[in-house]
């Protein structure tokens, strides 16, 4: 179990152990459930193409990488 402090602006820090676990890294998105039982925070899952973002030098855009993608399939 990790402990984290929610900041005055409701900022909370998602502690250094957890993030390497759940492999997270600054920039990433993380989704905010609330349930019954409180809040649950989850990694926002990214899209095949968007995982190799910063990868790759050229002048591709997202959206032009997804179409040729899709091409393929």
Same mark, same amino acid.
């Given at each position: 179990?990790?402990?984290?402090? %929610?900041? &005055?602006? /409701?900022?909370?820090?998602? *502690?250094? @152990?957890?993030?390497?676990?759940?492999?997270?890294?600054?920039?990433? $998105?993380?989704?905010?459930? %609330?349930? &019954?039982? /409180?809040?649950?925070?989850? *990694?926002? @899952?990214?899209?095949?193409?968007?995982?190799?973002?910063?990868?790759? $030098?050229?002048?591709?855009?997202?959206? &032009?990488?997804?179409?040729?993608?899709?091409?393929?399939?």
């Amino acid at each position: 179990m990790f402990v984290a402090r %929610v900041l &005055e602006k /409701g900022q909370i820090v998602i *502690p250094k @152990k957890a993030r390497d676990k759940v492999k997270l890294s600054p920039g990433d $998105k993380v989704e905010v459930k %609330v349930t &019954e039982e /409180g809040i649950v925070i989850l *990694p926002f @899952k990214k899209s095949y193409t968007e995982s190799f973002k910063g990868h790759v $030098k050229g002048k591709l855009s997202l959206k &032009e990488l997804e179409k040729l993608y899709a091409e393929k399939s």
